[in-house]
């Protein structure tokens, strides 16, 4: 058995890439759980060139983490990269409570942190459920709860699951489906308890995602595409761009949602 770590603003008209962009939210500020890699990089700079300021927590490299730091001031954001440990509570307090003192706000939570764990049933140890369950879903109670705390009324909560969480047609992933799962009931009980405070929360699905954790020339890879209808995997890209529109102006009116970006897993 192996664990694998994994408000609306004012428009403004700028040049992405090459590309015209409105800049959605622009004056607000994000926080990006696990955004130094993969899905969570892509992420925070996708809100970085809707116009947000972005923080993100990370794990493990403060270098890689510095230069995702880099590619948001390149875009004329202001950017901060926080050391936190989403399995541990007071990490992830820390890092909420750090973004709102440097930034003075916060309108939106992406919760990306994760881990994946692949086995037989039979090989899963008490201390690996501790690990995938305190990431995976306790690190996102602890972060929505201190989240709420500062963000302001009309702001988005984003979690990123799993197309596990409803499908698992191969075995060996009782523990991660368990964990991504339970997603499902966090996102429609919050998005009911904050609701009256304009507050939409809502859960996006990846399927097959071209990263390190699960890259698309892995092992494994070929049977991953088989499973959806697209008959490839997701880049990072694609994912980020659905969060953008949930955190956007377009999905006020999206709460308690689950929005499978899969490939038709």
């Given at each position: 058995?192996?664990?694998?770590?994994?408000?609306?603003?004012?428009?403004?008209?700028?040049?992405?890439?090459?590309?015209?962009?409105?800049?959605?939210?622009?004056?607000?500020?994000?926080?990006?759980?696990?955004?130094s890699?993969?899905?969570?990089?892509?992420?925070?700079?996708?809100?970085?060139?809707?116009?947000?300021?972005?923080?993100?927590?990370?794990?493990?490299?403060a270098?890689?983490?510095?230069?995702?730091?880099?590619?948001?001031?390149?875009?004329?954001?202001?950017a901060?990269?926080l050391?936190?440990d989403?399995?541990?509570?007071?990490?992830?307090?820390?890092?909420?409570g750090?973004?709102?003192?440097?930034?003075?706000?916060l309108?939106v939570?992406?919760?990306?942190?994760?881990?994946?764990?692949?086995?037989?049933?039979?090989?899963v140890?008490?201390?690996?459920?501790?690990?995938?369950?305190?990431?995976?879903?306790?690190?996102?109670?602890?972060?929505?709860r201190?989240?709420?705390?500062?963000?302001?009324?009309?702001?988005?909560?984003?979690?990123?699951?799993?197309?596990?969480?409803?499908?698992?047609?191969?075995?060996?992933?009782?523990?991660?489906?368990?964990?991504?799962?339970?997603?499902?009931?966090?996102?429609?009980?919050?998005?009911?308890?904050?609701?009256?405070?304009?507050?939409?929360?809502?859960?996006?699905?990846?399927?097959?995602?071209?990263?390190?954790?699960?890259?698309?020339?892995?092992?494994?890879?070929?049977?991953?595409?088989?499973?959806?209808?697209?008959?490839?995997?997701?880049?990072?890209?694609?994912?980020?761009?659905?969060?953008?529109?949930?955190?956007?102006?377009?999905?006020?009116?999206?709460?308690?949602?689950?929005?499978?970006?899969?490939?038709?897993?």
């Amino acid at each position: 058995m192996r664990s694998i770590p994994e408000g609306e603003g004012t428009d403004m008209a700028v040049e992405v890439q090459g590309r015209a962009q409105v800049r959605t939210m622009a004056g607000e500020v994000a926080l990006v759980t696990g955004g130094s890699r993969g899905i969570g990089a892509a992420i925070a700079l996708r809100l970085a060139e809707e116009g947000a300021d972005v923080a993100f927590t990370y794990r493990d490299s403060a270098e890689r983490a510095q230069a995702v730091v880099k590619e948001i001031e390149a875009l004329g954001r202001r950017a901060v990269a926080l050391r936190a440990d989403s399995a541990r509570p007071a990490e992830v307090r820390a890092a909420v409570g750090a973004v709102a003192e440097r930034f003075g706000r916060l309108d939106v939570l992406v919760n990306c942190a994760g881990v994946g764990a692949v086995g037989p049933f039979a090989e899963v140890t008490d201390e690996l459920t501790d690990q995938v369950l305190d990431v995976n879903v306790r690190g996102v109670l602890t972060a929505c709860r201190e989240a709420l705390a500062h963000l302001a009324d009309g702001g988005r909560i984003v979690t990123i699951g799993s197309c596990m969480n409803e499908r698992v047609p191969f075995a060996g992933a009782v523990l991660y489906a368990t964990s991504k799962s339970a997603l499902t009931g966090l996102t429609k009980a919050l998005a009911r308890e904050v609701g009256d405070r304009g507050i939409t929360v809502n859960l996006v699905n990846p399927g097959p995602t071209d990263t390190e954790m699960n890259p698309a020339d892995g092992d494994g890879a070929d049977f991953q595409r088989s499973l959806t209808a697209l008959g490839r995997y997701a880049a990072p890209a694609e994912i980020a761009a659905v969060v953008a529109h949930l955190v956007g102006p377009g999905a006020r009116y999206v709460t308690g949602a689950t929005v499978a970006v899969d490939g038709g897993f």
